[in-house]
């Protein structure tokens, strides 16, 4: 296999990595009309926990909706199979990439009777910016692309055509020496980034953008709030943030289930507060892995066991 991945499961099979392959024809792949997940799963005492699984689970559904998309497959099924495919491989932790899609029968934009399909495929997923950036934080730049408004594409549902305005704000930034893009909402608000959501401390205070501002409703970003306001943080979750509060944030970081919490130290030319990880994202980030690692017993409610 050319990653790290021996099955996968599709349309209620484990094929084969080599094997697990559709047709060029598949609508999914002209129209973008696809939806999916990316959840962890994370290596504790008590073996491979995948983190909020079942909020993943219940996005993946919702993400259907405005598609009139009809998985086939109950929840249930989808677990099992995600449980069986980091069991059998053996996996402490992974990464795992759960995608819905119209296939192939017709090529019109209208899916008509195109059926839907459904694979999972897990793997193992290191630090997605990168080991150095949870330490010290990440030069991100703000995109001369906007992010798609919610009212010209729902921007709530994890749909895979939406990635491509991620991918032109993710490497916009990389061709101009950053790790990361900042996009702003058509507003000119601060939306999120091309793969995560954004949080702002300022005088001992979180914000992050509300949700109406064009945002996918991270589940990190609920965990943050969570923790956040359990260590006693007033938490403001429903606000815009204009592009300049960025440079005179105190602090400034990232959430998503691939990045994690990752500090934000510098905005285009403008240094976020001293330039390097601000003491309150280092007390959330370090809150956020502890719970996730299972140093702690808080919140076994967001874990499900793939041993259990
Ligand atoms: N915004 C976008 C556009 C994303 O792709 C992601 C990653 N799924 C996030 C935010 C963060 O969401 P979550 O915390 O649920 O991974």
Not at 43 to 59: C, K, L, Q, S, Y
Not at 105 to 115: E, H, I, N, Q
Not at 201 to 209: A, F, I, K, N
Not at 230 to 242: A, C, M, R, T
């Amino acid at each position: 296999a050319e990653m790290d991945v021996d099955t996968i499961w599709m349309d209620g099979e484990y094929v084969d990595w080599e094997d697990a392959q559709i047709h060029v024809l598949t609508h999914g792949l002209h129209y973008g009309t696809g939806v999916f997940e990316g959840a962890r799963c994370y290596d504790t005492e008590n073996g491979p926990a995948i983190f909020r699984w079942d909020e993943h689970v219940e996005r993946l559904y919702e993400s259907c909706k405005p598609y009139e998309m009809e998985i086939d497959h109950e929840p249930a099924e989808i677990t099992e199979a995600t449980k069986t495919l980091i069991a059998e491989q053996d996996l402490a932790s992974c990464y795992i990439r759960p995608i819905v899609y119209y296939g192939y029968k017709s090529l019109g934009v209208s899916p008509g009777d195109c059926p839907t399909r459904t694979a999972i495929a897990c793997w193992p997923w290191g630090t997605y910016l990168g080991e150095d950036a949870l330490e010290n934080g990440i030069k991100v730049k703000i995109s001369s692309w906007r992010k798609h408004s919610s009212s010209q594409i729902p921007t709530n549902a994890k749909t895979t055509g939406l990635y491509v305005n991620s991918l032109l704000a993710g490497e916009e930034a990389r061709r101009n020496g950053f790790r990361e893009a900042i996009v702003l909402n058509k507003e000119g608000n601060v939306a999120e980034g091309p793969g995560e959501n954004i949080f702002l401390v300022r005088d001992g205070e979180l914000y992050t953008p509300g949700l109406s501002e064009s945002i996918l409703d991270g589940i990190t970003r609920d965990t943050v709030i969570t923790l956040a306001e359990e260590l006693g943080y007033e938490v403001h979750d429903n606000v815009s943030i204009s592009r300049g509060e960025l440079n005179t944030a105190d602090e400034l970081f990232f959430t998503g289930s691939a990045a994690e919490v990752t500090p934000i130290r510098q905005v285009d030319n403008v240094e976020i507060g001293d330039g390097s990880r601000g003491p309150i994202t280092e007390e959330i980030q370090q809150r956020f892995f502890d719970v996730v690692n299972r140093r702690t017993d808080d919140h076994e409610e967001w874990f499900d066991y793939v041993d259990a």
